[in-house]
């Protein structure tokens, strides 16, 4: 498995995202559609409330440019002196599910007891 991408390679996929949506739905339509999706970017950003809350507030790229730098503002007081974020604010790493290293122990779907025996 690839190692994560780091906040950087995050934003800078994210930024290309809306401006994706930006060319094809034009600026104030494809940052309101834009809203939806950019909170799953947040997932991996570690602590995200501030973002989550104004990015859902975006019209134009001008508020995307304030949202984005107002985070990372934010977002410095749990990183390092390097810009990474501290342990203890980390995401958990995402599993490969498809890995036998990674399994639970069940080697099956498990089914319930009871009538279903019988079918």
Not at 36 to 54: D, I, N
Not at 74 to 94: I, V, Y
Request: glycine residues 6%.
């Amino acid at each position: 498995m690839l190692p994560d991408a780091t906040f950087a390679e995050r934003v800078q996929v994210m930024r290309r995202h809306f401006e994706r949506y930006v060319e094809f739905y034009g600026e104030e339509r494809g940052a309101k559609f834009f809203r939806k999706v950019a909170p799953w970017y947040s997932r991996r950003f570690g602590p995200a409330k501030l973002f989550k809350q104004r990015i859902i507030t975006i019209a134009s790229r001008a508020d995307f440019d304030a949202v984005l730098a107002e985070y990372q503002t934010w977002r410095a007081q749990f990183c390092d002196e390097r810009g990474e974020l501290l342990p203890r604010f980390q995401p958990a790493p995402l599993l490969n599910a498809f890995d036998p290293a990674n399994a639970d122990g069940l080697a099956a779907i498990p089914v319930p007891k009871g009538p279903v025996d019988r079918w």
